[in-house]
């Protein structure tokens, strides 16, 4: 009886051992989970500043950052007290440190299969300012490159005296951008935009808010680069567009200034966008939008022109929707 009493196991030791093979179970799923969420997890040395994610935030720049008087003969005591009141004191994410990034550089995961990276690009030439750097945000899907978006750059206008900044913040498939200015007067915000990523790793707009003249005080002149500016756009061609073709392709299109324009395209009830685009002038009557570059035989280019009846659109995409026909009409909605 001793013997086998040795041998048999007590109620005690069964315990200990599902325990044990508890502790260890719930310890590994501990860990896994770690892993998931470190795996899926923006890098927050990159994700930019929470502030930049705040309308009220933007809205409060030019009230908060007016200077009063003559902007150079302010007394250090009247810098430093014009610097604290300002409220993009407020923010405590270096942008500076963008101008060290060479090479990619990884700012995490939105899922499993979504990644986001950022890259310094080489930016389009601007008359009358130098550019200082430029940082690109890229989606990538399965390894696979599907849109991308400038989220920081710097401009300095020398003869204005102006520096125009692009900061940013990342929030899971968020993208938050604000456009800003900086120069004698004070800085004032110039636009706030909030972004998506959806699941097919394209950049869709969801909300924004274009700052003009009138949003500063009257008081407030403009700067030399602000009036070179707004001698070259051409305000008649802002406004928002729809046309169909009668495969049921719709075209929607709103052109907020001819360098700031979105783009959706539906077809077959899916829906592709195309954010932050530009626009080349055809002279005074036409404008050309290339909206994807990596589609051929201009496949990814849109023409836009102004006739005595309104607007029409037409290209290569248009073509292919109605074979035989140059372009269709363009409704102006607003």
């Known amino acids: 009886m001793n013997i086998l009493a040795k041998k048999i196991p007590t109620m005690r030791n069964i315990m200990g051992v599902l325990c044990f093979l508890s502790l260890l179970s719930c310890k590994k799923t501990e860990e896994d989970t770690n892993v998931k969420s470190k795996e899926i997890a923006l890098n927050k040395e990159w994700q930019g500043d929470i502030a930049i994610s705040d309308l009220d935030f933007a809205n409060s720049i030019y009230p ?127 636009k706030w935009a909030q972004y998506k990523i959806n699941t097919s790793g394209k950049i869709i707009l969801v909300k924004q808010k274009i700052f003009s003249p009138e949003d500063f005080d009257d008081s407030r002149e403009a700067s030399e680069a602000e009036n070179d500016m707004a001698e070259e756009v051409d305000r008649s061609w802002n406004g928002s567009y729809h046309a169909e073709g009668s495969n049921g392709t719709l075209f929607d299109i709103t052109i907020n200034w001819l360098d700031d324009i979105s783009l959706t395209i539906t077809e077959n009830g899916i829906k592709n966008s195309y954010p932050n685009l530009k626009a080349m002038k055809m002279g005074d009557e036409k404008i050309k939008i290339n909206y994807d570059l990596s589609l051929s035989d201009e496949m990814g280019v849109i023409y836009i022109k102004k006739k005595e009846n309104g607007f029409y659109i037409s290209g290569s995409p248009i073509f292919a929707i109605l074979p035989g026909a140059d372009e269709m009409p363009l409704d102006k909605i607003r």
């Open 64 to 190: 908060t950052c007016r200077v009063s008087g003559d902007f150079f003969e302010r007394s250090g005591e009247q810098m430093e007290e014009d610097n604290t009141e300002c409220i993009l004191s407020k923010i405590k994410f270096d942008y500076e440190k963008l101008e060290s990034v060479k090479t990619r550089v990884s700012a995490g995961k939105i899922n499993s299969k979504t990644e986001v990276f950022i890259k310094t690009t080489k930016p389009k030439p601007i008359e009358g300012a130098s550019l200082l750097h430029q940082v690109t945000l890229y989606v990538e899907v399965n390894n696979t490159v599907t849109d991308s978006m400038i989220i920081y750059h710097s401009i300095n206008f020398d003869m204005a005296l102006e520096v125009s900044q692009r900061y940013y913040y990342l929030n899971k498939d968020m993208i938050y951008l604000l456009d800003f200015f900086e120069n004698e007067s004070g800085s004032g915000a110039k």
